[in-house]
Structure formats: structure tokens, C-alpha cells
């Protein structure tokens, strides 16, 4: 049983690490704070996107020679009596933060290379090491 357990963790472990996925980041905008969807990947198409709309938001937002690194982000601009929510895509030298708005005022602002870490609930568990520990430690100990 101890030798399962260490194999199944090893195998837990270099299968969390061994794939390599892109970015993903919720991309929408919207009044709602539950803004979660769609949940796309990043790519430049997507970023080319979110970099327009936050330059219609903010015309004089420094954008870098376009890369192939990316990050999440969330701005939320109060307009009037309205909170709006931004949520994208965006490449990593764009500091979305910085700037002042066209219209309103940014109440507040957040970048993120996690997967979807520009949601209300970015913890994330990867369930197979969490298992893979837990059978270890049940092994190992009196449990």
C-alpha cells in the first residue's frame, strides 16, 4: 500500500506539472458583479480585443511591443451611479492599472496570471494532488 501511495503521488505530481495549458481569463464586461463568463483562453485575438475596449476607456494606456506572455485582469469604473465590470485578456507588458479613465472613475483594478484569477472566486484546488496527498499521508500515519 505504501508504494501505491508514493507512486500515485509521483504520478499526481508529474501530471499537474508535465502539461503545460494557456492562460485562461474570464472576458466580459458588464454591471452585473456576477460577470464570470465566458471563460476563454488567451491568445493574442483575445488580447487584441480586451486592448481596444480599455483603449476606447483609457486613450492613453502605454502598450509595449505585443508579446506572447499574458495576464487576466478586472477594472471596475464607477460611472454615475453605475459600477462597470471589465474582465479580460491582456498582454503582459499592458498595465491596465495605470491611466486615468475617459469616462468615470476607476474604483478598482487588478492583474492576475492565474487560470480565471480575474473571477470573484479565483482559489482553485487541483484535486488530483490534493488526493494523491491525502492517500499519502493516510499511508504514512495512523489516520
Known amino acids: 500500500m505504501r508504494a501505491l501511495a508514493i507512486v500515485l503521488l509521483c504520478l499526481a505530481v508529474t501530471w499537474n506539472y508535465g502539461s503545460v495549458e494557456a492562460l485562461r481569463c474570464i472576458q466580459c464586461q458588464s454591471t452585473n458583479t456576477t460577470c464570470e463568463t465566458p471563460i476563454l483562453e488567451c491568445n493574442n485575438g483575445t ?53 486615468e479613465t475617459k469616462e468615470g472613475a476607476q474604483e478598482y483594478c487588478h492583474r492576475c496570471t492565474d487560470d ?28
Open 47 to 99: 488580447a487584441d480585443v480586451s486592448l481596444e475596449l480599455l483603449k476606447i476607456l483609457k486613450p492613453d494606456l502605454a502598450t509595449k511591443e505585443k508579446g506572447d506572455k499574458f495576464r487576466c485582469f478586472e477594472v471596475d469604473v464607477k460611472k454615475d451611479e453605475n459600477l462597470v465590470y471589465i474582465k479580460g485578456c491582456i498582454y503582459d507588458d499592458v498595465d491596465v492599472c495605470t491611466g
Open 116 to 143: 480565471v484569477c480575474n473571477g470573484a472566486s479565483a482559489l482553485a484546488i487541483n484535486i488530483s494532488l490534493l488526493l494523491g496527498l491525502v492517500l499519502a499521508l493516510r499511508t504514512y500515519s495512523k489516520w
